[in-house]
C-alpha cells in the first residue's frame, strides 16, 4: 500500500500515524500490510480494516405531514 503524504498526518518525537477518511475510505475490508519509511530505517506494520458499522435507524424518518399536524394543533390549543 503506497499512501501520499497528502492522506496522513504525523507528530515528531514519537511516531502518530493517522490516516485519513479519505485513505481509509479507500481500504478494502481484511489485512493490509503498511511499509513506513523514515531518514534512518523504515518498518512494516500490520492493518487489519474491518467493515464500517451499519449507522441505526433513529426514528428521524417519522412522516413528515403526521408533525406538521400535531404542531398545528399544539398552535390552535395556545
Same mark, same amino acid.
Given at each position: /500500500? *503506497?499512501?501520499? @503524504?497528502?492522506?496522513?498526518?504525523? @507528530?515528531? +518525537?514519537? *511516531?502518530? =500515524? +493517522? =490516516?485519513? @477518511? ?20 523504515? /518498518?512494516?506494520?500490520? =492493518? ?17 405531514? *403526521?408533525? *406538521?399536524?400535531? /404542531?398545528?394543533?399544539?398552535?390552535? /390549543?395556545?
Amino acid at each position: /500500500m *503506497l499512501v501520499r @503524504e497528502s492522506r496522513f498526518d504525523t @507528530e515528531s +518525537i514519537r *511516531l502518530k =500515524l +493517522i =490516516l485519513k @477518511e479519505s485513505c481509509l475510505n479507500s481500504l478494502k475490508v481484511g489485512e493490509d500490510t503498511a511499509h513506513i519509511s523514515f531518514e534512518d530505517g523504515s /518498518m512494516d506494520t500490520k =492493518l487489519t480494516i474491518k467493515p464500517a458499522p451499519e449507522v441505526p435507524k433513529t426514528g428521524d424518518s417519522t412522516a413528515p405531514i *403526521l408533525q *406538521l399536524v400535531l /404542531m398545528v394543533i399544539g398552535i390552535a /390549543m395556545i
